[in-house]
């Protein structure tokens, strides 16, 4: 007996649009899949995401704060890693958290 499930079919497709570069392969990718996309082109486009999300809110807060530090891991630009720190923390402070920054250390 074989079957499959919708959700696995499209983390295969997901894998196989990063893998290949293709053109969105599904209509209505989620934002976590388009934000894991933006890897393949050195993370262009992140920021984009983050903000679409801060409206959204479709990304945990800690999958965000993960993949801000696979930018400053990842990524030789450093204003890009700040623009994305910068939208987590406009995030936070939408959702009513204290404003806390670490640019000083970061």
Request: hydrophobic share 40%; with cysteine; glycine share 6%.
């Amino acid at each position: 007996f074989f079957s499959f499930s919708h959700k696995k079919v499209r983390s295969y497709l997901v894998g196989l649009q990063f893998l290949t570069g293709a053109a969105d392969i599904l209509e209505h990718t989620s934002l976590a899949s388009k934000l894991e996309l933006t890897k393949a082109s050195n993370y262009d486009g992140c920021v984009e995401i983050l903000l679409k999300d801060n409206y959204m809110r479709e990304l945990s807060l800690c999958h965000r704060k993960t993949f801000v530090r696979e930018v400053h891991e990842a990524c030789h630009d450093r204003g890009l890693h700040k623009q994305a720190y910068l939208c987590n923390i406009m995030l936070e402070v939408i959702m009513g958290g204290e404003l806390v920054s670490c640019f000083g250390i970061c």
